[in-house]
């Protein structure tokens, strides 16, 4: 995985590719003022991201040495609980507030 990691980076810090990206990712609007095409560039970080969950998948695989469908579950985040019973009234004096 280091190997894919350099890669990547050289990709990102030393190449006018990687320039482009980080331009359209801070900025589309003004990218596409300069020229930039940013649809073209939007497409490419999917793509690259793709081809970059395809070798994690393929590394976890190879980590396995099966392919099973239980396996993916256990890398995703956990549930959170639901934030809607914690988070204040909207309004004041609502059913929470405690004001009567």
Partial sequence: MVPVILICWFLLEN???GRYL???ASNPRSARL???NVRRNVL???VFAGFLAGIAGGAAYARSGAADSTTGPSYLFPRWPRC???RPPS????PTSGAR
Wanted: net charge neutral.
């Fill in 15 to 17: 190449t006018p590719f």
């Fill in 44 to 46: 490419a970080a999917f």
């Fill in 84 to 86: 809607s019973s914690a």
């Fill in 34 to 36: 300069v020229g930039l």
């Fill in 91 to 94: 309004t004041p004096g609502g």
């Fill in 22 to 24: 980080q331009a359209t």
